[in-house]
């Protein structure tokens, strides 16, 4: 495993009942480092996504943040989790709150800043993202995009070491999608360290360090978007990219 890695995955395995979902998954993710990871539905990237910040526990294997293995439980993986953005198909977002408060809560509840300096820098993130004129609207009141790019503002709002992104676009209508993904391409260009598991080819091949195609709970395949795109070594990679790029 590579020392430098931020995010270290080791012989990760997980069950769901008899279904095995993720098999000796190893991974390691650099700092600043933005890896795509592609494949079938069902192939295990969300469960991926989500057993890095402990959504899922796994049966075998270890997996460290910065060096430290993942807490159990309790105060230390609250204090984890705050350093693990993640960005769900789903906005999340409080629905009573408005989109500043949604903001301002984590920092002002988990890193105990203060109101002031929470809210100018939860104005400052939704300046960089499109959506500071919506600061004092609810969630219902903005469309899917807008939402989005609040859930982004939100996550960035902890000072993460890692973005996760799970399908970040896939409920979203298509002129909506661009808004979130030039976001995320904007945070990949300022040396953001992100976990993107995604459908959109077009952000795997100009956003991507590293692309790693997964397919029924393994990595099947990890190499450079040039390298995957152009000349994908496994059949199942070939099939995949046959099916999804006559789209």
Request: glycine share 8%.
């Given at each position: 495993?590579?020392?430098?890695?931020?995010?270290?995955?080791?012989?990760?395995?997980?069950?769901?009942?008899?279904?095995?979902?993720?098999?000796?998954?190893?991974?390691?993710?650099?700092?600043?480092?933005?890896?795509?990871?592609?494949?079938?539905?069902?192939?295990?990237?969300?469960?991926?996504?989500?057993?890095?910040?402990?959504?899922?526990?796994?049966?075998?294997?270890?997996?460290?943040?910065?060096?430290?293995?993942?807490?159990?439980?309790?105060?230390?993986?609250?204090e984890l989790r705050s350093d693990v953005g993640m960005v769900?198909?789903?906005?999340?977002?409080?629905?009573?709150?408005?989109?500043?408060?949604?903001?301002?809560?984590?920092?002002?509840?988990?890193?105990?800043?203060?109101?002031?300096?929470?809210?100018?820098?939860?104005?400052?993130?939704?300046?960089?993202?499109?959506?500071?004129?919506?600061?004092?609207?609810?969630?219902?009141q903005l469309s899917g995009g807008q939402q989005q790019r609040?859930?982004?503002?939100?996550?960035?709002?902890?000072?993460?070491?890692?973005?996760?992104?799970?399908?970040?676009?896939?409920?979203?209508?298509?002129?909506?999608?661009?808004?979130?993904?030039?976001?995320?391409?904007?945070?990949?260009?300022?040396?953001?360290?992100?976990?993107?598991?995604?459908?959109?080819?077009?952000?795997?091949?100009?956003?991507?360090?590293?692309?790693?195609?997964?397919?029924?709970?393994?990595?099947?395949?990890?190499?450079?978007?040039?390298?995957?795109?152009s000349n994908p070594r496994t059949d199942r990679a070939r099939?995949?990219?046959?099916?999804?790029?006559?789209?």
């Amino acid at each position: 495993m590579a020392a430098d890695a931020l995010v270290a995955l080791d012989h990760v395995d997980k069950w769901f009942g008899d279904l095995h979902v993720l098999k000796d998954v190893n991974l390691a993710v650099r700092r600043g480092e933005v890896v795509v990871v592609i494949g079938p539905s069902g192939s295990g990237k969300s469960t991926l996504c989500r057993a890095i910040n402990r959504l899922e526990t796994i049966d075998s294997g270890s997996i460290s943040l910065d060096g430290r293995p993942l807490p159990q439980e309790g105060k230390a993986l609250a204090e984890l989790r705050s350093d693990v953005g993640m960005v769900f198909q789903s906005f999340n977002l409080f629905a009573h709150k408005t989109v500043l408060e949604n903001v301002t809560l984590g920092p002002m509840k988990v890193r105990r800043t203060g109101r002031q300096e929470a809210e100018q820098r939860a104005m400052e993130l939704l300046r960089r993202v499109g959506v500071d004129s919506q600061a004092g609207k609810y969630p219902a009141q903005l469309s899917g995009g807008q939402q989005q790019r609040v859930a982004i503002a939100r996550a960035l709002a902890m000072d993460p070491k890692v973005m996760l992104f799970d399908e970040p676009t896939s409920a979203l209508d298509p002129e909506m999608i661009k808004e979130v993904l030039d976001v995320m391409v904007d945070l990949a260009q300022r040396g953001m360290t992100m976990i993107v598991v995604t459908h959109e080819m077009g952000f795997a091949r100009t956003a991507a360090d590293r692309v790693l195609f997964m397919s029924d709970g393994a990595v099947v395949e990890e190499s450079t978007p040039d390298e995957f795109f152009s000349n994908p070594r496994t059949d199942r990679a070939r099939d995949f990219l046959g099916k999804i790029l006559k789209h």
